[in-house]
């Protein structure tokens, strides 16, 4: 259904459709219209109104697909049924490609998750609409097993090797090439094939509502109520859980989707280790679903404002690439993953600001150096072993660089505040320049003789500069010993 953000446009509706609209309300409530107001539905050709007159106010729609629009009606219809938060139809004439439904006021979850939010983090009252949201989203993917008529799907009946087929290219020549990102187009097929075998392996017995997503979900009286689910079918239950917590602009930190994604599990009664076995998949297609539609609305059409919506995409790639697998081998598609993440040109569309995120790490150069293989590389190494250490003397042997004792001991010594001057001058130029280029990934790394003094110490001051300075988010840690880390 079509009611996504509700912002007053000046251009003159289709005559054909008010004409149209006006004569169903007449014909529905027995007057005509005082006020008819477009509205504007993002992405859609679909048409939307608000029709009032002093007793009620309800959304008209003409949709110029009859396929979609038999979906919607006949969906709507299932879901009030089963007494699911969708909005009542009121009317149809389907011949004309018009109907009315129920309005569900002006308020998305994306529009309340704006007007909340502060910071980075989610607000109580915020995580709470997402948990209500998502506790409802079992009971719309259990349709399948009850029975639901799917002979109404469009455009197709389920998530097949075809659907999966349209979306890998549709991210390929609508955002790979239009953003000029370049591949190896023969061993880039034959990735899709075996991303698309592995994908199938999923259980698929679920209603697939494909669009779940924040603008989709509006709020009224604190209540989530659905909308937009006329792409659905048959499908995977983790496609809509990766549509909800990978919403681009909604920039969910990982700990929130981490605590969200266990909140559905939980609810769902899902086994966690079988439906994570396929989760990240159908995150990457999800977002590549996306970045598609992004290249063609804003790339090809020319229809820049959704080009405001790449940077986030980028740093959701970015993160995956760092913290989880596809599933399958797929190295051409990661080659294409990785440069997505490495692009300056990428991240500077709108004024979006992503934040940048330094991981310190402290280590013993005994058990080797840490490794950023999944991001783009980026960052430094320090040898903290030409300097006065700590552990050579008894009193301090089985502290660490965050016990006081030891602090003050490389706090007195000259050749440790030149050694950290110089840190600090090497790594304010790199944090400058990320933060001017939109990146999110900043990988810096202390080691010693053990990773317990002279790196930790130093590590921690970083950090705190970083902060301090910067505004930035650390992530601190200390590999030799986890116990001591911190964020």
Sequence with gaps: MPLKKTVKITAAPDARHETSLKALYKKTFGREPETLEPLRADGSARKLFRLKDGARSVVGVFGPDKAENAAFLAFSRRFRAEKLPVPEIYAADEPQGVYMEEDLGSTTLFEYLNAERKGADLPPQVLAAYKKTLDWLPRFQAQVKKGMDLSACYPRAAFDRQSIM??????????????????????????????ADFLLQAPADYFLYRDFQSRNVMLRGGEPWFIDYQGGRRGAAQYDLASLLYDAKADLQPETRAALRRHYIDAAGHDQKAFMRHYHAFVYIRIMQAMGAYGLRGFYEQKT???????????????????????????????????????????????????????????????????????????FVFDCRALPNPGRYEQYAQLTGRDKPVIDFLNKEPEVAKFLENVFALTDMSVENYLSRNFTSLMVNFGCTGGRHRSMYCAEALAARVKAKYGARVELAHREFPDGASK
């Design 305 to 379: 404002h959704f080009l405001n919506s790449v940077p986030y995409a980028v740093k959701n790639i970015e993160w995956l690439l760092r913290n989880a697998e596809t599933g399958v081998e797929v190295p051409e598609l990661t080659q294409c993953f990785k440069r997505i993440a490495a692009s300056s040109y990428l991240r500077q569309f709108g004024k979006t600001r992503l934040g940048l995120t330094v991981r310190i790490t402290s280590f013993s150069f005994k058990n080797g150096l840490p490794l950023d293989d999944k991001g783009h590389g980026g960052g």
């Design 166 to 195: 349209w979306d890998l290219n549709y991210f390929k020549y609508y955002f790979l090439k239009l953003a000029k990102i370049p591949f190896n187009e023969a061993k880039l097929e034959d990735d899709f094939a075996r991303f």
